[in-house]
């Protein structure tokens, strides 16, 4: 009973000293700060979660959205996007997006106008990007993929803006939002004024992750086609929009992609391997055997360590590995189902 | 339907015009039993599998509440699977007089497409018996057939149920001469738009089920002839078709509709004479899986031939069969055939009275595979007049199934077969037909296990787990008084993985193994008046393999009525879930509260 008495006033002393040294404009609450793993779940089960990680502590605490709110996230938990005080996590298939509070994880509001299969968001100001794969038919054929443009003060659809198959992450650079088309070869680029595709550039196969490196260039990942050993990185001139260099890796890889600090590296990965692009090389970085399949990647700047997951075959809970930049392994925590990728707080 | 009423009534008019002219011929039936493998299954335990009188369920329903089985059910009606002693749903078997009918591109049974309505009767077999069944029974069996009818009858049956729940089924049954054969066409359908606690959303809103109503229809034809006294000719066929629409899940929303079709012809010749006993085997089965207009067509035809003689107190049997698989599926990229044969002998003999000891061996030959040699060992000894100590040792297998190793993106054609070692032994304890009651110990291994794996952009199977299985059986049956029958039955089941791909892994429990089942019944028969009710607990089921989710312990509890309002009229009610208990059997898939049955059943005997 005492314990817990000072555990009480403990907590509330940390609470009061959070509030009194804190006082800018930023997120405030216990997962104000740290890093939290998107966790997928199973598809169908409705299993996917968030969990938090404090590089402090090394305390990881599952499904924060659940305990918070006290529903399940969602079925499919594809990605989350930070903007100051909210967090806005994509639910794939349950067609939703879930505006949090970042501070408390309180559910604020959720965004599912018009949303089919939604991927990844991006924002600027008021309105919120959500790229869409647009739904299957019976014959698993798609309909139309979009971009849903959304007014983030009434959760409204206020357009949609058709893009090529498969339209998944998304990057705004200046009045400009890039769109990678994954079932295709494209990355279209939309004004955001005029909010129409500006123009289409053929990059490479099953195009995904989009990242700006120190020198504002755009850097695409693509995975390559069936069997076809053609992933490639491709670099595009964010403000004329043309194609600048092309890396051709001789191997498929996963749509995903971290980057580093400086933003002059970038880390991909296929199957069990970790590769590294710096300066039109790619080296081997790592090889995790222990793992079953890599499914998502990060880089924390804050401590410059890179964040590998396991997805475990989706039989389980998976496991998130950290690395420092010289390829040594720091240590591993548990993470939900599917851990798919990582959101970083930058303070 | 309409037309095929009619077909029947006239095929049946047809029979009883010939029964009347029947008269001399009359011939001392030949009874193939049901399970012809089980003299050579000492140590293995078999038990019929029933439901209660007036209601028509389907395989899956009704071994939902038998603690011997974990019932994977999709949903209520839909898509189920079984796990028997702890092992997978691709580690059992479904056969239809005698030949193996699991799917062979998933090598697993969809239960709730075997209605009870078109079979004369259904048998579970615990514990492995590849030695004597052949590849997939791993975990255990279940054996449907229909059986030569001994009077000419019609019964007309029809029920009603909650959620929109129709039935209608016509049985007829004749003896005729050196003819006899049974007929049964059944068809039901369910809206089954249950209510249902949607804990996955604000506030666990009450919500009915949408998009999950099923249409189901189907026939048995089985006919046998007895030209003379030492032959009997059957000819099996069977039927069934099931559209349904997919229940979603808690948190989706799908529009996902099925329709299974299920085609099977046999021919059996049996012969006896003073060389033995021969039997011959022709089928073909073939079974349609069109999920959202996409659709797979996997045809079969089997042929098998044994021969069983006696030789003292000691029976042999030998036989083989030869099977061509084919498959039309769109992900295999080109059509699939491919032969495979397996070739047995077993053995039982009768040192004394009190012994039988039983052995067995077999061995499949399929390209590009090695399948172990499969031998099984098994005894029965009585002592006194109460008890029974058996026991069996097996060794057992499950091929590749077509998808593992066909599928596109991602097949295996390298896999191996799975392999086990089993060995299980029971004390029986029976005190006239007021007592008895039953313990078992079992104990095994699975290696080769086959779990599909994450593998770049695509999922690849790979023999990778090595899987532990140990468990005890207890059941009890007492008979206070005449009127009143109670059962108690209980399952230990552990299920354990001994080796995993992830370490994490090691040492769990499989997903969707409760480790505790149990079920008590309680009957009781005034006059004509039957009345049951029976409490099933299934314990907590973990729902991943590193035990971190799991599904809660539930209580189901059914009563039903039966009430025969005169020899040829059946009313019977039933009420089942009746403390309403929310539960799942598959993760997020809701299953009904309270729901009611209510059946009438109508039989015409035409032979008294």
Known sequence: MKNRFLYILLITLMGLWSCTSDDNSGPKGEYAKGIFVVNEGNFGLGNGSVSHFNTDTKEVEQDIFKSVNEIPLGDVVQSMHVDGKQAYIVVNNSKKVEVVDLGTFKSTATISAGLANPRYMATKGTKGYISNWGNFDASFNLDQSFIAVVDLTNQALLKKINTQNGTENVLIVGDRLFVSN?????????????????????????????????????????????????????????????????????????????????????????????????????????????????????????????????????????????????????????????????????? | MVRLFLVIALVICHCVHLQAQADSVLLENITIRALPWQEFAAGLKVASIKQEAGVQHSLASVLSTNPRAYVKAYGAGQLATLSIRGTSSSQNALFWHGVNVNITSLGQSDFSLTPFALIDRADLQLGASSSL????????????????????????????????????????????????????????????????????????????????????????????????????????????????????????????????????????????????KTEFKLARLEDRINFNGSLSVMPRVYGAVDHEVGHGSFTHKIGANVQRFGAKIDAYGSQIAELRSDLYYSVSYEPANSWLLTWAIRQTLAEGFDP?????????????????????????????????????????????????????????????????????????????????????????????????????????????????????????????????????????????????????????????????????????????????????????????????????????????????????????????????????????????
């Open chain 2, 372 to 608: 172990p040699v499969t031998p099984s060992i098994g005894w029965e000894h009585t002592i006194g007049s109460k008890w029974k100590w058996s026991g069996n040792l097996a060794r057992s297998y499950r091929m590749p199934t077509l998808n593992d190793r066909y599928w596109q993106p991602g097949g295996n054609p390298d896999l191996l077969p799975e392999h086990g070692m089993h060995g299980e032994t029971s004390m029986t304890y029976s005190a006239s037909s007021h007592f008895s009651t039953s313990v078992t110990l079992y104990g095994g291994k699975v290696t080769n296990w086959i779990i599909w794996l994450p593998n770049g952009s695509y999922w690849s199977p790979e023999n990778i787990d090595k899987v532990t299985l140990s468990g005890v059986e207890y059941d009890m049956e007492w008979r206070p008084i005449k009127a009143l029958a109670v059962a108690l039955s209980y399952s230990l089941t552990k299920s354990v993985r001994e080796q995993s791909y992830n370490p994490r892994f090691v040492g769990k429990q499989l997903p969707y193994v409760p480790m505790h089942q149990a079920k008590s019944t309680l009957s009781y028969t005034r006059q004509k008046l039957k009345a049951n009710i029976a409490a099933t607990w299934t314990g907590l089921r973990y729902t991943t393999a590193d035990n971190d989710y799991r599904l809660p312990a539930f209580l189901l509890v059914d009563m039903g009525l039966a009430w025969p309002l005169h020899v040829r009229w059946l009313i019977a009610a039933s009420a089942n879930n009746i403390t309403n208990s929310t539960y799942q059997l598959m993760e997020n898939r809701a299953m009904p509260g309270i729901n009611f049955n209510l059946t009438i059943q109508h039989t015409f005997k035409f032979n008294k």
């Open chain 2, 133 to 276: 069944l052949g590849s997939d029974a791993i975990g255990g069996s279940i054996h449907i057939a229909n059986e030569q009818p001994k009077s000419t009858e019609i019964n007309l049956f029809t029920g009603l149920g909650s959620f929109g729940h129709h039935q209608v089924r016509v049985a007829a049954s004749a003896v005729a001469g050196k003819f006899s054969f049974t007929s049964k066409a059944f068809r039901q359908s369910a809206k089954n738009n249950f209510p249902y606690t949607n804990t996955t959303k604000r506030g666990h809103p009450r919500e009915t089920m949408e998009n999950a109503s099923f249409a189901q229809y189907g026939f048995t034809q089985d006919t046998w002839w007895q030209p003379t006294a030492n032959k009997l000719i059957g000819l099996h066929v069977w039927f069934t078709d099931m559209d349904r629409n997919i229940q979603p899940t808690l948190s989706g929303a799908n529009h996902d509709h099925q329709h299974d079709q299920s085609k099977r012809i046999m021919l059996d010749y049996y012969l006896e004479n003073k060389f033995g």
């Open chain 1, 182 to 347: 994954n079932f295709t070869s494209t990355v279209e680029i939309i004004n955001l004024a005029t909010e129409a595709v500006e123009k289409s550039l053929t990059v490479g196969n099953s195009p995904g992750a989009l990242a700006v490196d120190n020198a504002g260039t755009v850097w695409v990942v693509c995975g390559g086609s069936w069997g076809g050993n053609d992933g490639k990185l491709v670099s595009i001139n964010a403000s004329n929009g043309s194609i600048q260099k092309t890396i051709d890796l001789g191997f498929n890889v996963a749509a995903k992609m971290a980057i580093n600090k400086p933003k002059n590296q970038h880390y991909i990965y296929s199957g069990k391997k970790v590769y590294r692009h710096q300066n039109n090389t790619v080296t081997p970085f790592l090889d995790i055997t222990e793992f079953t399949s890599i499914y998502g990647i990060g880089f924390d700047e804050k401590n410059g360590h890179l964040y590998v997951s396991d997805d475990a075959g989706f039989a389980g809970n998976g496991t998130v590995r950290r690395y420092s930049e010289d390829g040594s392994l720091i240590d591993s925590f548990i993470s939900g189902i599917g851990p798919n990728g990582f959101v970083f707080i930058v303070e």
